[in-house]
């Protein structure tokens, strides 16, 4: 647990610092990383996270719906956040009044988000084994691999925050917003663990938020694929790394 803490922790930190130490990013290598990252996204959506929640419930059609809850709650989530949790990247120089709210309503609707994304890392220690009724953690399949997933996510992410921040804010106060948001995400893990573990907040309440969390990826995963080529032309190179992300996903699930 202390080491996904930190993992998830310091990949943030390092993808932000990437934006913030290298501010003339070339845009057509993040989309590039951003497609890759948003395919991988997808993929663990539908082959890892979708399919646990579905065989481990006893109402499917109530698992359906707390998705379709996550897929909305995304779309409001966003419009607090400008998109920047699927790497949308507004260059903010020409409109900077009403800048400091726009800054407080993007942490918070960012923040909530990767809150949330970070419960579902304490998925291994509680729902497998509710699943599977196993004592204790001997069985892990596929974790290491949505880990992964959402590390990938992670990135592309802290970069798009920090992209968008250094335009309107003294560099330090960028850093200060990137450590807390880069706290989000753990800090959902270990809350959603620590409440599980005190019966605070039982099993059907986790699958609750998990399957929202789920549908949320379904939201920003498919967002990147239309943002990506806005003018609906066929990019190749986009097209092949989705094809490369789908079969690394699908490797990393059958080998993890
Ligand atoms: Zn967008
Ligand atoms: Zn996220």
Known sequence: MLGNFLILFFTAIAA???AYFIPNWQQ????????????????????HI??????????ATNM????????????VLELFS??????????????HHGLQS?????????????????TLLSQDGILSDHLHGHEGHSHSHGSNNLLFGILLHKGPEAFALVAVLVGSLKKRWVFVLLVVFALASPLGMLLSSLLYE?????????????????????HISTTIFFESSPDHRFHLNKVLISVFAFALAISFEMIF
Do not use: N
């Open 16 to 18: 932000g610092s990437l």
């Open 28 to 47: 057509r290598y993040f989309k590039l990383v951003l497609v890759f990252a948003g395919s991988y996204l997808f993929a663990i959506t539908v082959l």
């Open 50 to 59: 979708l399919p646990e929640l579905f065989v481990g419930t006893d109402d």
């Open 64 to 75: 359906g719906l707390y998705i379709l809850l996550g897929f909305l709650l995304q779309q």
């Open 82 to 95: 400008s998109g920047v949790e699927h790497g949308h990247i507004h260059h903010g120089g020409h409109h």
């Open 102 to 118: 726009g800054v407080f309503t993007l942490m918070i609707g960012l923040f909530l988000h990767a809150f949330l994304e970070g």
């Open 198 to 218: 005190q019966s605070f907040i039982g099993s059907g309440a986790l699958r609750v938020i998990y399957g929202m969390v789920a549908g949320g990826f379904l």
